[in-house]
């Protein structure tokens, strides 16, 4: 399979605990977006990435998120001390160079006990 | 990025061609109409784009008025695999106000029923 790959795909965590996500681009894709989307709500955009460089960061991105790219190609989602508000699937998308068509990726649901 | 306005939600007869429509009256000369569609527990999928034109695919057409100011989003034979939620998307690629960020919306919930 050649899609957007998210692992993992659930995630419970206690509150105040430490998560990652990663997330794996089609391979020839140089842009990659991280979602937020909670229950009944269209996916909210968190940040983008041009292969390694972060061009672009949402103010629902927290001090508590932080996002890399560290080779252009996989990326990871971390958040720190997290809360109860911080359970939502959390989508990554890429896009090959001159395409703005996202594939998104099946997405890691938390939760947040 | 201009914002769209959606009905919340649409039934449609399986087999009949299912017409959502999205107005944009604030859309800007440079921003692109973008539909997807997001399947329960699945994350969005790409349906379609477009500018000015009309535009066909192998999963639906899009008819933009000559004003831009709405378009449909047209999907001919509607199967009960259809049934999502559907988000009409304005967006300028890289554009000064919106950068590379889609804005969803809440989008329209179609029910194709049997």
């Known amino acids: 399979d050649t899609g957007v790959s998210q692992n993992p795909r659930h995630k419970i965590t206690k509150r105040g605990q430490n998560v990652t996500f990663r997330c794996d681009p089609i391979?020839?894709?140089?842009?990659l977006y991280w979602y937020r989307q909670t229950l009944g709500q269209g996916p909210e955009f968190l940040t983008y990435?041009?292969?390694?460089?972060?061009?672009?960061k949402s103010r629902l991105l927290s001090d508590r998120f932080s996002a890399e790219r560290p080779k252009g190609s996989f990326s990871t989602l971390e958040i720190q001390r997290t809360e109860q508000g911080d359970s939502a699937m959390y989508l990554c998308?890429?896009?090959?160079?001159?395409?703005?068509?996202?594939?998104f990726g099946s997405g890691t649901r938390l939760t947040v006990v | 990025d201009a914002k769209t306005t959606q009905p919340p939600s649409m039934d449609c007869a399986e087999g009949r061609a299912a017409n959502l429509p999205c107005n944009h009256s604030?859309?800007?000369?440079?921003?692109?109409v973008y539909w997807y569609r997001q399947i329960h527990s699945q994350g969005p999928q790409y349906i379609i784009h477009?500018?000015?034109n009309n535009e066909t695919n192998e999963m639906a057409s899009l008819i933009i008025t000559e004003d831009r100011k709405s378009s449909t989003l047209i999907l001919p034979h509607a199967t009960l695999r259809d049934t999502a939620v559907y988000y009409c998307?304005?967006?300028?690629?890289?554009?000064?106000?919106?950068?590379?960020?889609?804005?969803f919306g809440k989008g329209t919930s179609l029910l194709v029923t049997p």
């Open positions: 990435f041009q292969n390694e460089a972060q061009l672009e």
């Open positions: 998307i304005v967006y300028s690629p890289g554009g000064s106000n919106s950068g590379y960020a889609l804005n």
């Open positions: 477009g500018l000015k």
């Open positions: 604030t859309i800007s000369g440079n921003e692109y």
């Open positions: 998308a890429s896009s090959p160079p001159g395409s703005y068509g996202y594939t």
């Open positions: 391979s020839e894709h140089n842009r």
